[in-house]
């Protein structure tokens, strides 16, 4: 495994960090401690959850799947924004988003179920429209001051509210944002051209997420779709669905058949293919199977040259 600073920061992640939607909620913890432990022995040492995953049950699986292992050892990331509890007994004004009310009290709740006494990266879901800028930075200013949070970033912020957020805390002498997690991967670009640079000149960490499309970029779905799969179980399939266009099943068929012929697992060419921009600290991996994470930490020892690359690009039709 090899690791890489955060942006300007001194916190170093491995380049695949483990998160944990999805893939535990049903199973348990059985599933979660084997999955975190694995992850954890093959180098990992960046493990991403969120307050809303399981509605606050993923982060005590995850707080349990990593009690065994030295605190200071891993960075452990969590995110507020969603609701927790939509319905309860009628949908809540307060139970949501970016307000300094929401993000103590989540921040609080999320120690509790992680069982951690300080959470590494405390990140902002989405950005929030309706809570000012400044009180949500002051709030994560504040949480930093008193030690319950390391650092904190944003997911899925574009360049200009990133760049407002730096500002606003410099101005004030507040804790900058240190990171962002956007969606990014070989048939999901959108963020890349605004996105990273601003992050690169403001010195914040990329932290992609679904580097793999949800599967899609290991080819399990270009002959159909296998019912051991995400797409394959209901309960699962709700985002990956979209992405199972003809268009990008095309083109991974031919990433396939380019993966083929180098000898590597189209899904270890894919994360090196993220990890070959300098902007991005690590890519956050799901899994599964224990065989997945295995297969997905070698990415990090794959150089892709610039004939690969060429190839890659022409596929991806740049
Ligand atoms: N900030 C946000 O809004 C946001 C949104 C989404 C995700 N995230 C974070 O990013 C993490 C990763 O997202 P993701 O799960 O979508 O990532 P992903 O790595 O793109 O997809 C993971 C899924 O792909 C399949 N897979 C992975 N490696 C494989 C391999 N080698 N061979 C065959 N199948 C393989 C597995 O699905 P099956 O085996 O079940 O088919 C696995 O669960 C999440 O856990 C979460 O922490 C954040």
């Not at 930075?137 to 001051?145: G, I, K, S, T």
Request: glycine share 8%; aromatic share 10%.
């Amino acid at each position: 495994m090899k690791y890489r600073r955060l942006g300007e920061w001194g916190l170093k992640l491995s380049e695949i960090g483990f998160g944990s939607w999805l893939n535990f909620n049903r199973q348990g913890q059985d599933l979660a401690t084997k999955l975190h432990r694995v992850a954890y022995e093959n180098g990992i040492n960046f493990f991403d959850t969120a307050n809303v995953y399981g509605r606050g049950r993923t982060e005590v699986l995850v707080g349990e799947a990593m009690a065994p292992f030295r605190r200071d050892t891993y960075v452990l990331a969590t995110k507020v924004y969603w609701p927790l509890d939509p319905d309860w007994p009628f949908p809540e004004a307060n139970d949501r988003g970016l307000s300094r009310k929401h993000i103590v009290e989540q921040c609080e709740a999320s120690l509790k179920r992680l069982n951690t006494g300080y959470i590494d990266i405390y990140q902002c879901h989405r950005f929030d429209d309706n809570a000012p800028l400044a009180e949500t930075c002051r709030a994560m200013n504040d949480l930093a001051d008193q030690g319950k949070i390391l650092y904190w970033g944003v997911s899925e912020w574009t360049a200009e509210q990133i760049t407002e957020a730096v500002a606003l805390c410099d101005d004030h002498g507040w804790h900058r944002p240190v990171s962002n997690q956007p969606l990014y991967n070989m048939l999901e670009r959108h963020w890349e051209a605004e996105v990273f640079p601003a992050c690169a000149r403001l010195g914040m960490g990329i932290v992609n997420f679904s580097p793999l499309a949800e599967g899609v970029l290991t080819g399990k779905y270009n002959n159909g779709i296998p019912a051991e799969s995400r797409a394959g179980k209901p309960k699962t399939a709700e985002f990956i669905k979209a992405r199972l266009t003809e268009d990008n099943l095309n083109r991974v068929r031919k990433l396939a058949e380019l993966a083929t012929g180098l000898d590597v697992p189209l899904a270890t060419l894919a994360l090196a293919w993220c990890l070959r921009r300098p902007e991005l600290t690590s890519c956050i991996i799901g899994a599964s199977r224990e065989q997945q994470i295995v297969e997905n930490v070698k990415a990090t020892d794959l150089h892709l040259d610039e004939d690969v690359q060429e190839r890659i690009s022409a596929i991806l039709g740049e």
